[in-house]
């Protein structure tokens, strides 16, 4: 059995074995965390009760649907971290479009590396072709000043990050929980304990039984794959210097066994 936290604000110490309920603004949304260790069997049923018709009649989906996986055995091999950046890098677009994001805020609070810090992007294409010399967290440090803050980015509006809250933790692909390097400018979220997750940001909330698995699923089998596939497998699917961002996810999906048009499918539904 798992314990319950409700959290007596939004900073307050996550206690990150438990469920953990909170306020997240003023608004009036919640966030519900789940224990960062959630088994296959405990998530099969926390999507059960998440999308039951008692829950989809007292709630509604709100901003965004946030997911850590485990992948410290990333750490392996850096190139296979590098691969899933520049992978994720290439197909952001495609993949918004596939599975129908729609807020907004992902602009700034699950951004693509290009838009928050070209400066590390090309760091990392020139790593995938030259695996020697600094690490990846000696460079994460290094550049983490070229870092664009979203407030600077979007001045005017209200709902964008503060400096000080804004950094790493931002990206779409956020790895500051996997790499022992700042989240944050200035704020709570470098405090946490390095617990080797990585964390996908960019998917909108959902109440919907599919699509919370092929999210679930999607994010498992994108890190499964980095860690095992031979390095040469990812090499069609990266981001180098002078290519385009990828126009469908097909490619992607095909390479994690997705049924493309299935899945494709259930976000036209």
């Not at 091999?77 to 479009?97: G, I, P, S």
């Not at 460079?139 to 709902?159: G, I, K, V």
């Not at 809250?165 to 405090?191: E, I, S």
Request: with cysteine.
């Amino acid at each position: 059995l798992r314990t319950f936290n409700i959290k007596s604000s939004h900073g307050a110490p996550d206690s990150l074995n438990s469920w953990n309920w909170e306020r997240e603004n003023p608004r009036g949304m919640l966030e519900l965390s789940s224990p960062i260790n959630l088994g296959e069997k405990e998530a099969e049923l926390a999507i059960e009760m998440y999308t039951s018709p008692d829950i989809l009649e007292a709630f509604r989906a709100a901003d965004s649907f946030h997911t850590h996986v485990d992948a410290r055995c990333l750490r392996q091999d850096d190139q296979r971290l590098v691969a899933l950046l520049l992978t994720w890098e290439r197909f952001h677009d495609a993949v918004a479009v596939l599975v129908k994001v729609k807020r907004y805020q992902a602009a700034f609070y699950a951004s693509k590396m290009a838009a928050k810090n070209p400066t590390l992007l090309e760091w990392l294409q020139q790593r995938w072709k030259d695996p020697e010399g600094e690490s990846l967290e000696q460079a994460f440090r290094r550049l983490s000043n070229a870092t664009m803050m979203a407030e600077e980015q979007y001045p005017l509006d209200p709902l964008a990050p503060s400096r000080a809250r804004d950094g790493y933790r931002n990206f779409a692909l956020n790895v500051c929980h996997l790499l022992d390097v700042n989240c944050c400018t200035n704020c709570d979220k470098n405090n946490v304990k390095k617990f080797g997750g990585i964390e996908f940001r960019l998917f909108d909330a959902t109440m919907n039984r599919a699509r919370l698995r092929f999210y679930l699923s999607f994010f498992e089998r994108l890190v499964q794959r980095f860690c095992a596939a031979p390095l040469r497998e990812m090499q069609p699917l990266v981001l180098l210097q002078g290519m385009q961002a990828a126009t469908s996810a097909e490619p992607l999906l095909n390479f994690l066994g997705f049924n493309f048009s299935a899945v494709r499918k259930a976000f036209e539904e």
